[in-house]
């Protein structure tokens, strides 16, 4: 019979447990915990002079929320890191690539194309003419034009 010390060390800890019975809960726990201490909790303390660069660093520790949780479940539930398998062969990658490559192109063209580009001191609201870029063919080759933004009556 063993002694109830080796009965303690076999038995595993309560997160171990909880990781093991439970683990989309702690998953979600701890995702929430630690995207909103760095998104909520921290930035209280940072002082107004360096609230810009420290709230984009804050903003980007606290987007790892979902991969910090699923590494501590894993590795509590499993003993291991792997989360994903990571190589799935050439023609996943090629196909995913390709898939990106064409959406993020397909984005900024149709982004660019949706406005024109404003250029110049004041953007001709008041003080000076707005020289802008349009969308079509024309602003690759030519270059900018004016344009008049306000009503013009001719008789």
């Known amino acids: 019979m063993a002694s109830s010390t080796e009965q303690f060390v076999d038995r595993p800890s309560f997160a171990v447990r909880f990781a093991r019975s439970k683990p989309l809960t702690l998953f979600f ?20 002079d360096k609230a810009e660069t420290l709230g984009e ?24 890191l792997r989360i994903c398998r990571v190589w799935t062969g050439w023609y996943s990658l090629a196909s995913g690539l390709a898939f990106g490559l064409a959406a993020g192109a397909l984005t900024a063209g ?20 707005a020289y802008y870029y349009g969308p079509g063919p024309y602003a690759y080759y030519g270059g900018p034009y004016y344009r008049h933004h306000y009503w013009h009556h001719h008789w």
């Open 57 to 80: 660093l804050l903003f980007l520790a606290g987007a790892f929320g979902p991969t910090v949780g699923a590494l501590i479940t894993r590795w509590l539930s499993h003993r291991d």
């Open 29 to 48: 726990l701890l995702t929430y915990a630690w995207t909103w201490t760095w998104w909520l909790g921290l930035p209280r303390f940072v002082p107004d």
């Open 110 to 129: 149709a982004i660019a194309a949706s406005h024109p580009y404003y250029y110049g001191s004041g953007y001709g609201y008041y003080d000076s003419p």
